[in-house]
């Protein structure tokens, strides 16, 4: 509890202690309304001057204005009881929102922890302590055990594991070492380590989480947006028609008209509309904060509404459902030797940082002689040509040798088939096999059981090993041999077969796949740690490898939806039915304070459980 709420819940304990004091004492006439005026004046000086500050400034229909009128009309007729507990009731429904929003925020919060406050240089043999922005690309940081990474980079010297959970929600930590990559808001957990820095601290992963973060919550859902227009038109209404019930019945009858004020007020209270201006969005900041206790970054309350609608999930496969490692299962040549073919390989793919290159380069366990290789060109989804001694080397797949008029064969061996021409004669092939994640099988399964309908993956791979992926892992559709382009095709015609009511998501690593996910109903990038691409491309950021945190994800989101229906009919029920009871007679003031207050807080500890997750 913050001390601002401390103070708040104080005040309100003061003014329910003077409230029952005043009612005990036995004063009448003028002496009963000043003791009554104290509790009052405690409880609701703040509201008093909101109304009158937001009259001044233009903005007349809120709640504090309704309040003021209720509880400034229930004194002036004589209702000095029922007016301050109108008031009272109602800070006891402002100290549950405040404490509702701060839980919401403590999730969230915990990562703005992140953010490191100062970065260790050397400067003459001694560490001092810099502000993160002062540091350049290039420049070596000292990370002490205990201490918050503060920017990206290698690491130089020093091995150490690393604490990585305020950005995944993984508890288990991961162990780097000379050559691996660190990432800033990670903690260190041991040793000392010497890191070069690769990226300035505005460009870095903690500073795009931050922002993002931030700006969750101005990215309103539909509901969201639903609930600000009723309410600017909803207040102003039912001022309306309170000041129509206290004024014609009276007018008409011709008389009654301290009954008829008594029903207006009543009327007034009943019909704020605090529940639902108060709890919708909490509804949906509290799942926004229960995802990212699990190292899911949803970028906004109509992400997650559109994540909740999903009935087709299209995946990405390499990275995405598998580990993208890759390793060399087997050497095929023809007219060289093995180590021939696949030093030829190496030498061709020497200058591309793709997976499937740097499988080859690590198999061929030499650094090549990049001296002997000239005129590189990679050929989107096919592969990459380069000059090697003088001689045109193709490595590549089956539409590379296609497209140069090379004769090939297909393999026995299950995996990406990695083709090696030169000139124009087919030198033979490498088979490259990738690993299916320890958990897709089970993210797969997880889907369904969430409500997906249909399970996609879309892969540049060949069709057997697409299909024994797909099979492997239950998804209901695979399509193989895609370049980049055809991905987006394959999404356009998917997106037709969506049902109206439904959303397709598509899940990709966030590197090579900006234009699919920015063509989905939403995108979920995966594995994001460190990749701006993700981060800057997706809609929800996964900052682990884990495909089952998908399922998660459409769970808090649903979740999250089902808070905001049960609250907004709840609510409006509520009022509906002791709105007309009010008008009627049939309601008191301490039945339209429920109607207000009650309902609010109710609704508020409602959207509370969308921040409990089970991850």
Not at 133 to 162: R, W, Y
Not at 541 to 568: C, T
């Amino acid at each position: 509890m913050t001390s601002k709420q401390k103070k708040h819940l104080i005040r309100i304990l003061i003014g329910c202690v003077l409230f029952a004091a005043a009612y005990l004492l036995p004063v009448t006439g003028i002496w009963r309304l000043l003791v009554f005026l104290v509790p009052y004046g405690v409880a609701g000086w703040d509201v008093l001057w909101r109304a009158v500050r937001n009259i001044a400034h233009g903005q007349i229909f809120d709640e504090n204005f309704l309040m003021a009128l209720a509880t400034v009309g229930a004194f002036c007729t004589s209702e000095f009881p029922e007016g301050v507990a109108v008031m009272l009731f109602y800070q006891i429904g402002e100290w549950f929102q405040s404490y509702a929003v701060g839980r919401s925020r403590k999730s969230i919060a915990a990562l703005m922890n992140i953010r490191p406050d100062y970065a260790n240089i050397e400067q003459d043999g001694e560490l001092v302590q810099v502000d993160p922005d002062q540091v350049a690309i290039g420049q070596v940081i000292v990370v002490k055990a205990g201490e918050k990474i503060p920017l990206d980079g290698v690491v130089l010297e020093g091995s150490s594991t690393v604490d990585t959970a305020a950005l995944t929600g993984e508890s288990l930590p991961r162990e780097v070492q000379p050559g691996d990559d660190v990432i800033s808001g990670c903690v260190n957990l041991s040793g000392l380590l010497r890191v070069q820095v690769t990226k300035v601290f505005g460009e870095s992963t903690v500073a795009k989480i931050l922002d993002l973060v931030e700006n969750a919550s101005s990215k309103k859902a539909q509901a969201e947006n639903f609930i600000t227009k009723f309410a600017r038109w909803y207040t102003p209404c039912v001022v309306i028609g309170a000041v129509l019930l206290a004024v014609i019945p009276p007018l008409i009858l011709q008389g009654g008209w301290s009954e008829w004020i008594h029903r207006a007020l009543i009327f007034l209270v009943i019909s704020c509309p605090c529940a639902l201006v108060i709890s919708v969005p909490l509804s949906f900041f509290g799942g926004i904060g229960g995802a990212s206790k699990c190292g899911i970054l949803v970028k906004g309350g109509n992400y997650l509404e559109v994540l909740a609608k999903t009935d087709t999930v299209v995946f990405d496969k390499t990275g995405t459902l598998t580990k993208g490692v890759f390793n060399v299962t087997a050497i095929h040549p023809d007219r060289y030797t093995e180590m021939q073919l696949l030093e030829l390989a190496a030498l061709a793919e020497s200058y591309s940082d793709h997976p499937i290159s740097r499988s080859l380069k690590e198999a061929y366990g030499k650094e090549p002689d990049t001296a002997r290789v000239q005129d590189v060109q990679e050929l989107s989804g096919r592969g990459v040509q380069a000059r090697i001694d003088g001689k045109m080397v193709y490595v590549g797949n089956d539409k590379l040798m296609d497209q140069i008029g090379v004769h090939w064969h297909p393999c026995h061996h299950v995996g990406t088939t990695v083709h090696v021409a030169v000139e124009q004669t087919y030198v033979g092939h490498i088979v490259i096999s990738d690993e299916i994640k320890q958990d897709a099988a089970q993210a797969i399964n997880d889907l369904k059981v969430a409500g997906v309908g249909k399970t996609v993956m879309l892969t540049g791979d060949a069709k057997p090993v697409g299909e024994q992926v797909a099979q492997q892992l239950g998804l209901d559709e695979v399509y193989t041999e895609l370049l980049p382009a055809d991905k987006v095709e394959h999404v356009e015609q998917l997106l037709k077969q969506v049902p109206p009511k439904g959303a397709l998501a598509f899940v990709g690593d966030g590197i090579n796949d900006a234009p699919v996910l920015s063509r989905a109903d939403i995108g979920i990038a995966m594995g994001a740690m460190g990749s701006d691409a993700a981060i800057e491309a997706a809609d929800v950021v996964l900052m682990d490898d884990q495909p089952s945190k998908i399922a998660v994800a459409i769970r808090i989101a649903k979740k999250a939806l089902q808070i905001v229906r049960q609250n907004i009919v709840f609510a409006l029920a509520v009022k509906a039915l002791v709105l007309v009871l009010g008008a009627l007679g049939q309601a008191n003031m301490w039945e339209a304070v429920f109607a207000d207050v009650g309902v609010s807080v109710l609704a508020i500890l409602n959207a509370m459980r969308a921040l409990r997750v089970k991850k």
